[in-house]
């Protein structure tokens, strides 16, 4: 794709399917800088589930009737798309979750609890999100198998000398984070998944900040799991995805049991139906699925390396004009190819969520906090930092805004 091209991103005109974007308290309008913990839904994908529920809802597992029958060849069809759209090789492989968080657990349980033991390994990174670091924290204290940490370094992208030396005959999985939602950082998925293979383990690839925002081929990072939600990418909330090789999939227990997911039971024991339905008890989220087919749709439709070069256009825009402010802290690669689009940063003499206050106050909307990575605070010596986060309608300008705040925080608190 020609440069040209990459930079063709109509924001006016995107900007037009998000109402909620011409909101305004006390008379501003609303910059909406806080994309990392969700993004905002366009029409087509509000319209794509407000059509669903008007003119096809029913339950699925493909009832006798004709809404049956229709509300379950959307929601398969909502597998084959999300399949197509990251490079797996069917919907035996796509399992709706609620969320990233689910799709962890899920693992966690259906694999980890049954297959660790006393001395395996499991080797995380420290910049985990809590959906991945409590997770496997937890399981590993259930099971007797040891929990160890590929070190960040001082610029913020993982040691990979370190992972070499911890990823060895004794690991069993490696689960990585693809791009770090408190850094920004874009680590090497695919080098850690190769890594992890070398060494007969299996790789988790917790893509919550990945999908969204660049093409991903699960097929050519080669990971065993990836997971990510579906209203980090412009589609509803209370869907999320669990990628897996079918062949593994096909091994594992289910994690829930319930209707929908089984072959034949009787009074005595129950067979497990066909992938990825053995994985998804219950009424599932129809409509959601619904919208995350018409999201991913949306976003293909813009060309996700536009959606990519957008994004990190703006935080290389953001990186530089935070840092020539002189007095701002800013966690992280530079920016550029290993920099997705989101900056923690913290002020000097103003706690994370003053600033964060006072930024409301311009209603730029940012979060502060530890953004569910404490240990990675800790390692930082911050108890917080406030996070401005990017997406395809955003702009320059809001940037500027938020710069152009920081000054009342100064005068209130430094
Ligand atoms: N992994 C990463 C890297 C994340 O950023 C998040 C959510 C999750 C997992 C969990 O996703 P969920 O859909 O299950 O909640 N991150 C954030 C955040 O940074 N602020 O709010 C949610």
């Known amino acids: 794709m020609s440069q040209q091209n990459l930079e063709s991103l109509d924001v006016e005109a995107i900007r037009e399917e998000f109402p909620i974007l011409e909101r305004e308290f006390d008379g501003q309008q609303v910059v909406y800088l806080d994309n990392a913990a969700t993004t905002q839904t366009p029409d087509p994908v509000v319209d794509a589930m407000s059509d669903y529920y008007r003119e096809s809802n029913a339950n699925v597992h493909r009832g006798i009737h004709h809404l049956s029958q229709e509300a379950s060849v959307a929601y398969e069809e909502a597998h084959d798309r999300v399949a197509d759209f990251i490079g797996a090789a069917g919907r035996e492989e796509i399992v709706f979750t609620k969320n990233t968080t689910e799709s962890e657990n899920l693992i ?164 497990w139906g066909e992938l990825p339905w053995k994985f998804e008890p219950g009424t599932p989220p129809i409509a959601e699925a619904v919208g995350l087919h018409a999201a991913i749709d949306w976003l293909e439709d813009l060309g996700m390396e536009r959606v990519q070069a957008h994004e990190e256009e703006l935080a290389a825009y953001a990186y530089d004009q935070l840092a020539a402010e002189g007095d701002v802290e800013i966690y992280g690669p530079e920016g550029g190819a290993d920099r997705g689009g989101l900056v923690s940063f913290n002020l000097e003499g103003v706690h994370a969520h003053d600033l964060t206050s006072i930024l409301n106050d311009h209603t730029v909307a940012v979060r502060a906090g530890d953004h569910c990575t404490q240990p990675l605070h800790d390692k930082l010596g911050v108890p917080a930092s406030t996070r401005a986060s990017f997406y395809v309608y955003n702009t320059r300008e809001e940037i500027d805004k938020l710069i152009d705040a920081l000054d009342d925080a100064r005068a209130l608190f430094a």
Do not use: C
Request: net charge negative; proline share 4%; glycine share 10%.
């Open 108 to 271: 966690a349980y259906s694999w980890g609890l049954n297959e660790l033991g006393p001395g395996d390994e499991v080797v995380l990174t420290e910049m985990e999100h809590h959906a991945s670091l409590v997770t496997w924290q937890q399981i590993a204290k259930r099971t007797g198998a040891n929990v160890e940490y590929i070190r960040v370094d001082e610029t913020g992208r993982l040691d990979m000398d370190h992972a070499r030396d911890l990823i060895g005959d004794d690991t069993a999985l490696v689960s990585a984070v693809h791009v770090s939602n408190t850094l920004g950082t874009v680590n090497p998925v695919g080098e850690l998944t190769a890594l992890a293979h070398e060494h007969g383990a299996l790789s988790f690839i917790d893509g919550a900040q990945a999908v969204p925002n660049r093409p991903v081929d699960v097929s050519e990072i080669d990971a065993d799991f990836y997971a990510f939600s579906g209203h980090k990418m412009a589609g509803p909330t209370g869907i999320g995805v669990l990628y897996g090789k079918q062949s593994l999939l096909e091994e594992l227990e289910p994690y829930l049991y319930g209707g929908g997911m089984i072959r034949k039971v009787t009074f005595e024991d129950s067979t």
